[in-house]
């Protein structure tokens, strides 16, 4: 489950929001004039993020790597047939 709260009130009820996030798994996330700034997240989901990140970021490194040489016009063209064809399927 997701709490969402203001900056004030999770400032407040700090404790109560670090045991909520710890033994029931669930989520904060933190507002400050209605918008969201914060989440906060039982440590080993932060850790399987930061790991999902860093595989994220070194496929986007090869895909870049991969058509360093390719126009930018020749590539969006490439990448738009590719939708197009996944969308035209059944």
């Known amino acids: 489950m997701i709490t969402e709260t203001s900056a004030v009130t999770f400032r407040q009820n700090l404790g109560e929001m670090l045991n909520q996030v710890q033994y029931r798994r669930d989520a904060v996330l933190i507002k ?3 918008k969201p700034v914060a989440a ?3 440590a080993r989901l932060f850790a399987r993020i930061r790991r999902m990140q860093a595989r994220f970021d070194a496929l986007a490194s090869r895909i870049e790597a991969g058509f360093a040489t390719v126009e ?3 590539g969006l063209a490439e990448i738009d047939a590719a939708v197009a064809a996944e969308r035209g399927k059944p």
């Open 32 to 34: 400050k004039d209605g």
């Open 40 to 42: 906060l997240v039982d």
């Open 72 to 74: 930018e016009a020749q």
